[in-house]
Structure formats: C-alpha cells, structure tokens
C-alpha cells in the first residue's frame, strides 16, 4: 500500500475534554489504588493439601491392619483345613496307587473261607436228620422182613440171609455217604460264594473309603483356600474403606486452600475489573497533554495508521483496549492484509466513531497478541498487523 507523507515541526498543548478532567483524575487515582490493593494481596503458603493428624492416623491404621492379626481367625482357620485337606488328599492319593485288590480277593483265602464254612455247618448232623426215615424203614420193615422170610423158609442161619442184611445195611450207608458228599459240596459252594462276595465288598468298601478320603480332603484344601481368599477381599474392602475416608478429607482441605487461592485472584483482579468498566466509560480519546516534535501526514495511509490516526489519543499505544464488550454499534468495513477484520464501533459511553479490530478475532489468529486486563482483553497492534 503506497503513501505520500509531509512532514511539519510543531510545538503543541492540548487540554482535556472537560467532562473528562474530573473523571480521568479519579480514574488514575483509583488506578494507583488498585495497584496497591494487588500488590498488598497476601497469596497462600500451600497450594497442595497437606495431610491431617487424622488423616496420618488412618493410614497408620491401615498399615497396623494390614500387617496385623485383624483376620488372624479366618486365616488361621483356612491354614489347618490347607493343610488337614492337603495331607488327607495325599495319604489317599498313596493308598489308591498302593492299593492291591488281591491282598483281600485271592483264590488261597477265599477257599479258606470256603472250608471253614463248610466245617462249620455240622454235615453228619444233617447227615442224619436226612437219613432217619430210610433207617427206620430199614430197621423195622425191611430187615425184619428178610428175617421173617427166613425165618419161614428155614434158612434163618444162612449165609443168603446175612448177606440181604449187609446188601441193606451198605446201601444206608452208601446213601448215607452220598447224601453227606452232596452236602458237604454243597456247603462248600455256598462258602465260596459268601467268601467271594465279603471279599468283593471289602474291596469295593477300602476303595470307596480311599476315595471318599481323598474327597474329602480335596474339599477340605479348597474350603482353607477359599477362607484365606475371603479374608484377603474383606481386608481389601476395609482397605477402601478407609482410603475413602482419607481421600475425602484430602479433597475437603483441598478445597479449603482451592478458595484461598480464589479470594487472592479477586484480590488481584477485582480492582482492575471495575476500573476497565470505568475507563469504558470515559474512552481513550481526548486525554489531552503536550506533544512536541515532528507530525506527518500520510495522504494515502496503511492499514495500521488508518487505523491508529482514527483511535486517535490511543494511537500512540502499542496496546489498546479491544475487547468487543467495550464497543458498540460495530460494523465490518474492510480486513488487514492478514486476514483480521477491520471494523467501526464507538466505545460505550462515547460518541466518537473509531476502527480497529476486535480482540475476539485477533485471539483466534495471533493469540500471543492478545492479554487479559482485568476482566476484559487487550490487542498488542504491533503483533496483531505484523
């Protein structure tokens, strides 16, 4: 953008606007104040929360918990059945490898039952009882028969005779001797089969027990984990407890010092809140003093001294307020060549059109050209044009 400058020498003394003067006064006065104010504001020693008596307390209580007998009994109690479980699971567990199923169902002890089963069972008695009626008739019928046919016939001392009796009697005693062998095997079989079964239940009743035992001790083992288990996440749960406890009397003195730290920040920053409202009153214009040296003036200006001749007094500030909050019937006229918005508005309180740019705009481009001042936002012209 090209330019045609003149330049004059002049000495020249301007006065304040009058309805200015009072105001600018109290204005620069109170500003002083404010700055005393700030500079008086004491900020707070501590900016973390420290730990309380009480909060130390816990802690030292958790770690006496922790280390402690608090969960002695349920531990003490999930240790023996642990153990009691493990050592009954191991001695089963070796009795079902040693265990030998002929040791009480072999052939030698199950005839041995057998015999002695049959021994028992008083074979000559049943013998007898079986054979009664056939000696009774033997002895009343059929030997007095022969001998009364004997008898008859005349042959009562003769051999024929003797040998019908002997025929008679050897045939009770054959019988006899077939009835008691067939009694006897059948004892024997009886004795093998009970022998046989006794055998098999013990067996099947040292296996169950082997079993059952190492069940049982199986279970036993799992119960002492599971105790030891509950007794962990119970002092786990107290654990949280009490870090809860801690943690929010931490917060509450947190926010103890968190409001400390606001009032300083009001502290510092109220005053100047109230004097940026009362310097958008007053505006930035026609403060009147004295300038002396040399003035220019540029026919065809650039962006930046457009806008500085047009802010008149401010002009010769490198930051100026320019906050959109201060402004008032604010219209977009044109752009700097970087891009910012330029706009007219009149502060509040004044009638005076002026142009420059808004800090809300300046801030989304070049932020480092923008600050707080109080509670509204200044534009460093110099960065915001560059």
């Known amino acids: 953008m090209g330019s045609s400058t003149q330049e004059t020498s002049k000495n020249e003394n301007t006065t304040p606007w009058q309805p200015q003067a009072a105001a600018l006064t109290d204005a620069f006065g109170k500003a002083q104040t404010a700055y005393g104010q700030a500079s008086q504001a004491k900020a707070p020693t501590d900016f973390v929360a420290q730990m309380t008596p009480d909060q130390l307390n816990v802690f030292k209580s958790m770690l006496g918990y922790g280390t402690g007998q608090s969960t002695a009994g349920t531990t003490a109690t999930g240790n023996a059945l642990q153990t009691a479980g493990t050592n009954a699971t191991q001695g089963a567990l070796s009795g079902l490898t040693n265990y030998d199923p002929t040791r009480l169902n072999n052939t030698q002890s199950i005839t041995d039952a057998a015999n002695k089963y049959a021994d028992g069972q008083n074979i000559d008695a049943q013998v007898r009882n079986a054979m009664l009626n056939a000696t009774q008739t033997a002895r009343d019928v059929t030997l007095p028969g022969i001998e009364q046919n004997a008898a008859i016939s005349g042959n009562s001392n003769s051999s024929r005779t003797g040998i019908a009796q002997g025929l008679v009697e050897r045939g009770l005693a054959q019988q ?156 977009r006229v044109g752009a700097l060549d970087n891009g910012l918005p330029v706009y007219t508005f009149r502060y509040r309180g004044s009638s005076k059109i002026q142009m420059g740019v808004m800090a809300q705009d300046v801030e989304q481009v070049k932020p480092d050209a923008v600050e707080d001042f109080g509670s509204y936002k200044i534009v460093d012209y110099e960065k915001a044009t560059a």
Request: glycine share 14%; net charge neutral; proline share 1%.
């Open 176 to 331: 006899s001797a077939d009835l008691g062998a067939s009694l006897r095997g059948q004892a024997y079989q009886q004795g093998l089969q009970l022998a046989s079964s006794n055998a098999n239940a013990n067996n099947s009743n040292s296996l169950g027990a082997l079993t059952g035992a190492a069940g049982a001790g199986t279970n036993a083992a799992n119960s002492g984990v599971n105790a030891n288990s509950s007794a962990i996440n119970d002092q786990g749960n107290l654990f949280n407890l009490a870090g809860q406890g801690a943690s929010g009397q931490q917060q509450a003195n947190q926010a103890n010092l968190d409001n400390q730290q606001a009032q300083f920040a009001s502290q510092t920053q109220s005053p100047y809140a109230a004097l940026q409202g009362l310097m958008s009153i007053i505006g930035s214009n026609n403060w009147g003093g004295q300038t002396t040296g040399t003035s220019t003036t540029t026919k065809s200006p650039s962006a930046f001294e457009t806008i500085g001749g047009l802010i008149g007094a401010g002009a010769g500030a490198a930051k100026l307020f320019s906050d959109e909050r201060l402004k008032t019937d604010i219209k």
